[in-house]
Antibody, heavy 120, light 110 residues
Framework: QVQLQQWGAGLLKPSETLSLTCAVYGGSFSGYHWSWIRQPPGKGLEWIGEINHGDIIHSGSTNYNPSLKSRVTISVDTSKNQFSLKVNSMTAADTAVYYC?????????WGHGTLVTVSS | QSALTQPPSASGSPGQSVTISCTGTSSDIGFYNSVSWYQQHPGKAPKLMIYEVNKRLSGVPDRFSGSKSGNTASLTVSGLQAEDEADYYCSSYAGNNNLIFGGGTKLTVL
């Protein structure tokens, strides 16, 4: 049973950079896509992006939500079975619970979520 | 890419059936059989219920079923139970390596 454990700063000031990391335990890290998804308080889910660790040819390639692409970077550390999210130039509109997850078209497993609040 | 359209709320009495719709376009739901449904209880992470339009994840009760017609996907919950009360989200692959979600539907068991 795979478990995703995520961590990172929960309170940011406007213009700061969000940095979150997700560690994968109890399952294979290779052979899967790994995504980040967010949910503003009381609102719906929004896919942020994913990193492809699913096959040799595309391994390490990333895809991002077009609306966030200019501010987002997703990276992977295969030696630690971890992947990370960075979002720069954060504003109040980026306040949300951020989830790491396994999968892309089909999200099979989710982290517990991290509430990130942007406030001056 | 716009979000998929779901009704904000749905309800039914225990034992009844309820259907939640998820409307997209010919570029997402209408083109790809990559529709998933997620259940989210308050304060919890979403949980995958249905994938590829109508495939139930192992362990999901067969009271949950999915379907698609044209640009609209649907989730039907039959034999409603109290524990089915939750928010439900659809998602669809939208091409160009992009994934979109619906706005969510709050299901109330009366």
């Amino acid at each position: 049973q795979v478990q995703l454990q995520q961590w990172g700063a929960g309170l940011l000031k406007p213009s700061e950079t969000l940095s979150l990391t997700c560690a994968v335990y109890g399952g294979s890290f290779s052979g899967y896509h790994w995504s980040w998804i967010r949910q503003p308080p009381g609102k719906g889910l929004e896919w942020i992006g994913e990193i492809n660790h699913g096959d040799i040819i595309h391994s390490g390639s990333t895809n991002y939500n077009p609306s966030l692409k200019s501010r987002v970077t997703i990276s992977v550390d295969t030696s630690k079975n971890q992947f990370s999210l960075k979002v720069n130039s954060m504003t109040a509109a980026d306040t949300a619970v951020y989830y790491c997850a396994r999968g892309f078209r089909i999200i099979t497993d989710w982290g517990h979520g991290t509430l990130v609040t942007v406030s001056s | 890419q716009s979000a998929l359209t779901q009704p904000p709320s749905a309800s039914g009495s225990p034992g009844q059936s309820v259907t939640i719709s998820c409307t997209g376009t010919s570029s997402d739901i209408g083109f790809y059989n990559s529709v998933s449904w997620y259940q989210q209880h308050p304060g919890k992470a979403p949980k995958l219920m249905i994938y590829e339009v109508n495939k139930r994840l192992s362990g999901v009760p067969d009271r949950f079923s999915g379907s698609k017609s044209g640009n609209t996907a649907s989730l039907t919950v039959s034999g409603l139970q109290a524990e089915d009360e939750a928010d439900y989200y659809c998602s669809s692959y939208a091409g160009n390596n992009n994934l979109i979600f619906g706005g969510g539907t709050k299901l109330t068991v009366l």
